[in-house]
């Protein structure tokens, strides 16, 4: 696995059981995964030579995130390294105006947009629908917020375009609420798909998530994971793809699904899975990858809640970690050795049971308790 | 953790959810567990120099197996290095002499044993009783069934004696089942039990465990839960204990346990927990070790078999795993990463659900297609 993030982290845990042998290539060695894995090459993804160094041995490479150039990876095929998901499927994560052009030819939904050439061209959009406010994308390299602007006005709208990076506009969706449709698919075409769950954001970072989502009609719910199983084969997908989802009120009282982005590796919506599911999306994505038979994506429990640790003020959690664990022996803390910076995701925590209330109440006060913004 | 096998692999499997820097002293950089663990130490457990360079930097060093001699735990926590569970309670795992002699001394029910000093001492005992058949153990060094006889004569009790260890010789019980009670101390004296378990031997070797046991008296089952608990008091242990029990038939019809052995660690009757309880055994012995308050011990489902996977006549087992994984999405596989020997434990699978039979009847299934003793 290429990256050593809290995802090659969820993903070696994942593979232990199944008697995986897990290389990976991490920029530090105390990289989140590198400090729980045996086979670690330290080395940077942006140099080809270092990832053919890393391929060499490897039966298939797969990533923890999407910043490994395109060039590369056609590469590391040519060399005959199988990659999963391919460089055909992952440009469609790794650049949003690829992305929304092949949504637009498979008849997927999506909020209105076009590629933009400067702040008169934003203008000229706004125009062309309710006017502003309008969201601003550089196409490659944003996430959890960052590379993403509202802007109100064609004066607001000159960072994006200080990048050099072509700049996609996007109406600025009025959701009802955010979902997200996730899915698993296997080189020779085998697919299951996650229930749909609610993803609540702060900041433009996710905060909780609730699988399944509450109150949505299923009607609406079969055709998300519809669309996202048909998204994973018409883009090629192997492994893991988030969808994420706009859920909006249609004029005649109706909802529909628009989609947001596109992920394609475990995914934060998906983290639930771990305690919430028959088989977790990090399994699945390591059985995928390795073109082995997919596991029940199913969930468990009536409900499960997730709610990211984000670092707080202080840098020191474990006495916060104590109380957590005293108060609640149900909790299932996930900490991803990372340092405490203030607003970082450090690890995530799932609760579950029957009643919601109860649920969503008990993982949002240990994510709180840890971070240090509740303090009894 | 001292030893590399599955127990340690499944702990630090355990621990990454935990944030936990997991550090191992392992005989070869192949066993199980080095293949997964990121700091490694390779070395001699036997050896103290090895040992005490190895606690070097450790907040506490735990075990894999029973084998680490005494005298150098005595010698690490002389060096201030917390060792759970600690010698003095680690012998009674370690010396079934001693086991036998401090569970006689707190009132806990045994098979009615003595040591014995050479065979017509074992007749002598067998006369005693009931007579033959007798079980002759080896106070030190037996596990699997390995350090253990059943004698029918004195004249076939000459073995036992010949590896100049102290032999402990046992009425042979005449037992309905064998159950185990597994439960988890930590330093403070928080203590948690797991349900009773059923579990079933072939040939010296644990096959199946049904969680929890099936049609068990509810008070026996308290009681059993209850002796484990005082057990791991009594002793002083920290971490996960196992009480292995004989459930016996008494005159008046009424059902009674009789200990059968202890073991200090994370134990094969408590692998079923690994995906049919809230906190698993292998994360309770890390909270345990590291004095963290202890995870919920209770079932997430009605039943939950474990069958452990045996190597068989073929070396490759690549193909049975995929037929598993494909006839069953549900089926938790679990695979240590060894070389298949004929009759090795080189992994389990758990299942679970609500009727049992189905419940067994894929557990024994997947084992058994993975072993090759079953073909469709």
């Not at 330290?42 to 995130?65: K, N, P, Q, S």
Request: glycine residues 10%; negative net charge; proline residues 6%.
């Amino acid at each position: 696995m290429v990256g050593g993030g809290q995802l090659a982290r969820m993903t070696h845990e994942a593979g232990i059981p199944l008697g995986i042998r897990f290389k990976l290539l991490s920029d530090t060695p105390q990289d989140s995964a590198a400090q729980v894995v045996s086979d670690v090459v330290v080395g940077d993804y942006r140099d080809l030579d270092t990832l053919r160094e890393f391929a060499r041995g490897c039966d298939v490479i797969t990533f923890d995130h999407e910043h490994v150039p395109t060039e590369h990876l056609r590469a590391l095929e040519a060399d005959g390294i199988p990659v999963r998901p391919g460089p055909d499927a992952l440009v469609h994560a790794q650049d949003k105006g690829v992305m929304r052009a092949k949504l637009d030819a498979i008849g997927v939904p999506c909020p209105r947009h076009r590629i933009v050439s400067d702040p008169e061209d934003v203008a000229a959009f706004a125009a062309e629908g309710d006017g502003f406010p309008v969201v601003l994308k550089t196409v490659r390299g944003g996430y959890d917020g960052k590379g993403v602007w509202v802007v109100d006005s064609a004066e607001e709208a000159a960072d994006p375009f200080k990048a050099g990076v072509p700049v996609l506009a996007e109406e600025k969706v009025d959701f009802v609420r955010e979902l997200a449709a996730n899915v698993v698919r296997s080189p020779h075409g085998q697919a299951v798909a996650y229930p749909v769950v609610e993803s609540r954001q702060v900041g433009g970072v996710c905060d909780t998530v609730i699988a399944p989502a509450p109150d949505l009609d299923e009607d609406l719910a079969l055709r998300a994971e519809q669309m996202a199983l048909n998204i994973a084969k018409e883009l090629g997908v192997v492994g893991h793809l988030a969808v994420e989802l706009f859920q909006v009120r249609k004029a005649d009282g109706t909802s529909e699904v628009l989609v947001n982005e596109l992920a394609m590796r475990p995914h934060n919506s998906g983290h639930w899975s771990m305690d919430g599911a028959v088989t977790s999306q990090f399994a699945n994505h390591v059985r995928a990858v390795l073109d082995l038979p997919l596991g029940d994506p199913r969930p468990r429990a009536k409900w499960t809640v997730m709610v990211n640790v984000l670092g707080g003020d202080f840098p020191d959690m474990y006495s916060a970690y104590l109380h957590c664990m005293a108060r609640d022996p149900q909790l299932k803390i996930h900490m991803y050795g990372k340092d405490v910076k203030p607003g970082r995701k450090v690890g995530h925590v799932n609760t579950y049971g029957d009643d919601l209330d109860d649920v969503l109440e008990r993982a949002r006060h240990a994510a709180g308790y840890l971070r240090g913004t509740i303090t009894e």
